[in-house]
């Protein structure tokens, strides 16, 4: 039977996918984990209306999406601030807000980020494939068909949920501001010593700017560049937030949708809890590099995987 409760994409904008936290263990078979690459302000939107961290959600790219609600429903938006608006009138970030039958919510260019993160009380309800709904669309796997972004008429179903009066927001000073510079802070790896100390050095004394060639597999600095070893080597496993310097000396810093293996060096690697940032950074974007406390940066990120339940 059909269900009644569901919104449909009306317009499904440059690249929306159904997200949940990923699909892990799989890499031995070349299939990318996929999952939210600003993992932040998706675990956000979830926690906001109390979801558990791993719920079907939806990430929204550079937005110009428009969505027509079928059944009253509470939701949240986290991420970048791409202009929600609720029947014309505004729907502030980082809140939850309820939405009735017959209105429509639409996203228009972003103000500042590239994504937004739409989710609803209880999640989408979507098939999970190899134990995930992640939309990775090179791997063909998760979404509503086959890996697909979403397309106009598609339905996303809910479980119909009680809805609280009020708007739950999140404080202030925990909301990023995505028009600043990056400070990334890294973890020299272990193919570092194949580097000469100049180039290494020259990572964290240059400025370097988001490229244009940028996506969910990862992004390409411009502006600076890094000398890379002469030597050859294998193809490996690739860690999340790798930075490979191919021979163009310009480094990749690798996200969710990367491909499993490579044989570029690989200089290290960009803190995990500074990852989120990134993929919200638009093309010339200021990045620099500051060589970060392993010991320290594991520490963060445990007491936000422990707040928010990974």
Request: neutral net charge; aromatic residues 10%.
């Amino acid at each position: 039977m059909t269900s009644t409760n569901f919104i449909e994409v009306i317009k499904p904008g440059q690249q929306t996918l159904v997200q949940d936290f990923g699909r892990f263990g799989l890499a031995h078979l070349g299939i990318a984990q996929g999952g939210p690459v600003d993992d932040y302000a998706y675990s956000w939107a979830n926690h906001l209306l109390g979801n558990s961290v791993n719920v079907a959600t939806l990430e929204i790219t550079l937005g110009q999406t428009e969505f027509a609600i079928h059944a009253s429903c509470e939701m949240a938006i986290a991420g970048g601030d791409l202009n929600a608006r609720l029947d014309g009138e505004p729907v502030c970030n980082w809140s939850t807000f309820r939405a009735v039958r017959g209105q429509t919510l639409t996203f228009g260019l972003p103000r500042n980020g590239l994504r937004a993160y739409l989710a609803i009380k209880g999640g989408f309800n979507v098939t999970p494939q190899l134990g995930s709904v992640a939309t990775v669309t090179r791997d063909q796997l998760g979404g509503l068909a086959s890996g697909c972004p979403l397309a106009q008429g598609d339905i996303l179903n809910f479980t119909p949920h009680a809805m609280r009066s009020k708007p739950i927001q999140m404080t202030f000073r925990y909301r990023p501001d995505y028009d600043l510079p990056l400070e990334l802070r890294f973890i020299e790896g272990y193919q570092v010593n194949d580097f000469e100390r100049d180039a290494v050095d020259s990572l964290y004394n240059q400025q370097f700017e988001v490229s244009q060639l940028i996506n969910r597999m990862g992004y390409r600095l411009t502006g600076s560049r890094v000398q890379p070893p002469t030597k050859e080597y294998l193809s490996e496993g690739i860690a999340l937030g790798a930075v490979q310097v191919p021979p163009s000396g310009e480094p990749i810093i690798l996200l969710n949708d990367r491909q499993t293996i490579g044989g570029y060096p690989k200089i290290g690697c960009v803190a995990r809890i500074d990852l989120p940032r990134l993929a919200q950074a638009k093309p010339g974007q200021k990045v620099s590099f500051v060589r970060g406390d392993l010991l320290g940066l594991q520490d963060v990120w445990a007491q936000w995987a422990r707040f928010f339940g990974y």
